[in-house]
T-cell receptor, first 116, second 111 residues
């Protein structure tokens, strides 16, 4: 089955700096890579995702890059703000299957702290 | 609002008791998932429904766990003879072929 590794486990940055979180996956058939943000006591919230036919995707201050050959993908947050402080999870799945589920396999999470 | 509600939000039960959780998608989605999340970990897949059919189950889902989705709308997850190791957040998610959106979860504490 799929195995997703995520680094670092904790990340502390100064407000306004950039933050980068990296994940690797093992299943070469995985083709969908979402990122979730989870604040304490709340649900995981989908913030950005990328499919394997794209190398990079950007949405305002967040971007995700994918290297299929190396089987790794990364989340980039620029101009960090205190409200970006949360746990971030990467995930991978075989998406787009007709009649099949695309169960997500998650990384172990990164606790991001943005300090003033 | 991600279009999914879950009840109850919190459940405290004694070891050996049975518990049932409910997931209600606000709008129609043919795909519904259950995940379990323990403290400090990412969610782990438990089971998946396409409409009313349960198409995949994780080996994490022991025979004490059962899930249903009658009529392809709401879903229930039952745990029989609860154990302390069952203490976790149980998350329901809905989605299409790719994206999944999580409900607020039910936090189970087994004492």
């Amino acid at each position: 089955g799929e195995n997703v590794e995520q680094h670092p486990s904790t990340l502390s940055v100064q407000e306004g700096d950039s933050a980068v979180i990296k994940c690797t996956y093992s299943d070469s058939a995985s083709n969908y890579f979402p990122w979730y943000k989870q604040e304490l006591g709340k649900r995981p919230q989908l913030i950005i995702d990328i499919r394997s036919n794209v190398g990079e995707k950007k949405d305002q201050r967040i971007a995700v890059t994918l290297n299929k050959t190396a089987k790794h993908f990364s989340l980039h947050i620029t101009e960090t703000q205190p409200e970006d402080s949360a746990v971030y999870f990467c995930a991978a799945s075989r998406g787009g299957l007709t009649g099949g589920g695309n169960k997500l396999t998650f990384g172990t999470g990164t606790q991001l702290k943005v300090e003033l | 609002d991600t279009g999914v509600s879950q009840n109850p939000r919190h459940k405290i039960t004694k070891r050996g008791q049975n518990v049932t959780f409910r997931c209600d998608p606000i709008s129609e989605h043919n795909r519904l998932y259950w995940y379990r999340q323990t403290l400090g970990q990412g969610p782990e897949f438990l089971t998946y429904f396409q409409n009313e059919a349960q198409l995949e189950k994780s080996r994490l889902l022991s025979d004490r766990f059962s899930a249903e989705r009658p009529k392809g709308s709401f879903s229930t997850l039952e745990i029989q003879r609860t154990e302390q190791g069952d203490s976790a957040m149980y998350l329901c998610a809905i989605g299409g072929s790719y994206e999944q959106y999580f409900g607020p979860g039910t936090r189970l504490t087994v004492t």
